[in-house]
């Protein structure tokens, strides 16, 4: 069965810090892959996916992800943060074929100090 | 374009109460999916439908929740009798179909359920 973990359920930094979230799905296929952001006080939305191609993804506001095939993961990654990055990240994952089912981690929260 | 409709926002009911929440997904929209999020966890799929037909509902309780969707367009997820355990933010999301699983969700506010 699909299954995603994230190791970090909590994150604090300072602005300005680099920030990795780690992500590994077990799945043996082909798989697509994706990094959801929700805001505090927001609905839950896309901050980039992986279908095929370039395994280095860019997403919105800076962020971006490599997806390593051979480690099954999906890490999420920002230079330097701020504050405004405060918010719970879930990578997700679904097959790229036939019946799918599209599965969450179970978050990590960041909060960034000003 | 209009996002993801969902209501109630908030519902405050008994243990063995029943209760109902519905979905208006974005128009065109193939695709719909119930997720349940406890506080802490990460969204848990409980049904997905492709138009009005199940693609999975293998995590959905099915003794005491159900849920339809009429004419491939909104759904409602429906609980009962509930129970303190199901006391967690109801999410709906939907999905154009343009090929098998690269799709991006599009989620609506959610339903905050307690379960007293």
């Known amino acids: 069965a699909q299954s995603v973990s994230q190791h970090n359920h909590h994150v604090i930094l300072s602005e300005a810090a680099s920030l990795e979230l780690g992500c590994n799905y077990s799945?043996?296929?082909?798989?697509?892959l994706f990094w959801y952001v929700q805001y505090p006080g927001q609905h839950l939305q896309l901050l980039l996916k992986?279908?095929?191609?370039?395994?280095l993804v860019k997403g919105i506001k800076g962020f971006e992800a490599e997806f390593i095939k051979s480690k099954f993961s999906f890490n999420l990654r920002k230079p330097s943060v701020q504050w405004s990055d405060t918010a719970e990240y879930f990578c997700a994952v679904n097959k790229a074929s036939g019946t799918y089912k599209y599965i969450f981690g179970t978050g990590t929260r960041l909060k960034v100090l000003a | 374009e209009a996002g993801v409709a969902q209501s109630p926002r908030y519902k405050i009911i008994e243990k063995r109460q029943s209760v109902a929440f519905w979905c208006n997904p974005i128009s065109g929209h193939a695709t719909l999916y119930w997720y349940q999020q406890i506080l802490g966890q990460g969204p848990k799929l409980l049904i997905q439908?492709?138009?009005?037909?199940?693609?999975?509902d293998s995590q959905l309780p099915k003794d005491r929740f159900s849920a339809e969707r009429l004419k491939g367009v909104d759904s409602t997820l429906k609980i009962q009798p509930a129970k303190l355990e199901d006391s967690a933010v109801y999410l709906c999301?939907?999905?154009?179909?343009?090929?098998?699983?690269?799709?991006?969700?599009?989620f609506g506010a959610g339903s905050r359920l307690t379960v007293l």
């Open positions: 999301a939907s999905s154009l179909d343009v090929h098998p699983g690269a799709n991006v969700l599009t």
């Open positions: 439908f492709q138009n009005n037909g199940v693609v999975d």
């Open positions: 799945y043996g296929g082909t798989v697509n």
């Open positions: 992986y279908f095929s191609g370039d395994p």
